[in-house]
């Protein structure tokens, strides 16, 4: 069957290539005990770096802590990111090089030293450790992740870059320019700049970077990571959460730091792509949003929230007020539905919400947030239609009054992202040779669904072997 190609409005391109190449995959760990295994096989590495578990998938049911790695790896530097992106769990002999102190702490994020867990902000201080990537390794991932997605159907991103590995933005601006110049990246790519300080984004437009195109890709808009996930209860609530009542996650920004960074952009013709999962996080982006739009009058933004899963049916309408995109992850059900009703009680039934999003006018685009989540869009689809987990497939449906049909599914999976990168109108003859008919399929069926032949402006860039 032929269909239009996916537009996969929100993923870390560059971090799909680099979790396939460079880290360690622990995303099928099923206990600690099994992570000290796969740990024990990387002993010769300089440092190991390794990425995917999910608490919800050990046997133990808790994080992993630096005394469970340092029962098997002591000297050697080593990293565990959890499946997020958000937490991560450092040895102590991590933490040293890094400078990390037992009370050290840092804004905009936390640190346990005694288990060796560090979320948001914090992380940074481990990644400054990592060796930095050439720019011949950085192409090798960015080739690599142009493969996947290709074969997975994928011929436009919405993507941040800027903030996987610890490089200036500006080389990973000349590596994609390399790139797209020698054909070697095919995938349309809107870079969503994740520059999170006044100094850095004025820095960025004062060197003209703003809105820039290139071939084959165009420096988008401001990306901005406000919060945690929901998982790691880092995700900033406007009420405690149900399983913790000391916390409310993690405020990464202040109201005025927010309101500063997108008045910035919005008065420089950037929009905004804000990271809000909590409801606490999505009002601030909402009243920094408003804050600006009543100074610049920019009424023709495009302006969206990146995930929004909290985002209450007051919210939503807020959202509609104001021209508010929203940038959804259907996958997400893949992992948190074990975790919701825990996390958040009676909120959850005013919780990803994406369905009636789009029923409220919203313009409302599908993502993955790999490598957070697999970016194969048929399992992206699945968990839209079925409101299902993949992983988890005993567990009942989550509000399932919220599942799509398969064509609105698949609209805001294909034409609406183009809405985000301002090229509606334009006539890409982009489409892929799938092995069913996905308007005919069951549900199981849907989410195996293969891609034989992917084109791009009529131009076969991928085939099944």
Known sequence: MKMKSFIDSHMHFLGIGLNALEYVDLSNAKSILEIKEILSKERNREIIIARGWHQN???ENRYPSRIDIEEIIKDTPVILIRACGHVLVANETAMIIAGIK???NVSGGTIDYDNGILTEN?????????????KKRIKQYFIEANKILLSCG????GSDDFSTINVDYELIIESLKELYDEDLIQVRLLEQ??????????EFIDKGYANKVYKGFKLGPLKLLADGSLGGRTAYLNQPYTDDVDSRGVKVFTQDELNDLVFIADSNNMDVAIHAIGDGTIDMVIMAIESSLKIT??????HSIIHAQLATRNQIKKMRQLNISAQVQPIFLNSDIPIIKNRIGERHFDSYLFNTMDKEGIKTVFGTDSPVEPVNPFYNLYSAITRKSIKYPNLEPFLVKEAFNISDALKCYTENGYYLSYEENKNYDDYIIINKDIYNCSDDELKDIEVLETYINSKLVYEKK
């Open 57 to 59: 998938n050990l046997l």
């Open 154 to 157: 994928i011929t436009s991103i």
């Open 102 to 104: 037992y009370n050290s």
């Open 297 to 302: 009058k920019r009424f023709s933004h495009r």
């Open 193 to 202: 700049v994740n520059l999170p300080s006044k100094e850095k984004l004025l």
């Open 122 to 134: 914090a992380l940074e201080l481990i990644y400054n450790i990592i060796p930095k990537a050439t």
